[in-house]
């Protein structure tokens, strides 16, 4: 199925299947493309992945929505307003978290949480201003 987001920055939210620990999507935007991982619809305990924040320029991952950057990976033009792009996230009950795109084997984020969350919903969203479009596989 394919989601649509409009140019307000905040979560939608899915439950993930029990067990899922690697979510595959793809992507249309011009930037700004946030994944929320938490326990609960709207917590404010989650994961918060942005891929090409920053006008396309850089990715991270946080603790929570809009803190402090845990991890910050330049990932220039890694979005695109006009074709879908490829990405994969893996959760592991240990805490590990892993980005990548493509059919890429190695990720090009990736952070432990010393204090892991149960993930059990998937949000997504665009930034402020952004608008996108996605499709997300393997969650039915």
Known sequence: MEYDTDTSYYYRYLELPVGISHIQFEAKANNDVHIALSP???????????????????????????????????????????????????????????????????????????????VQYLGYSTGFGNSGQFRFFGLC
Do not use: H
């Open 40 to 118: 609960s619809e709207n917590s404010s305990d989650l994961y918060e992945i942005v891929i090409g924040g920053w006008k396309n320029t850089k990715s991270v991952i946080r603790r929570c929505k809009q803190c402090i950057n845990l991890v910050s990976e330049l990932t220039n033009r890694y979005l695109s307003a006009n074709e879908f792009r490829w990405f994969w996230i893996t959760f592991e009950s240990n805490g590990a978290i892993t980005v990548g795109r493509n059919n890429e084997s190695t990720p090009f984020m990736k952070w432990t949480d010393p204090d892991p969350l149960e």
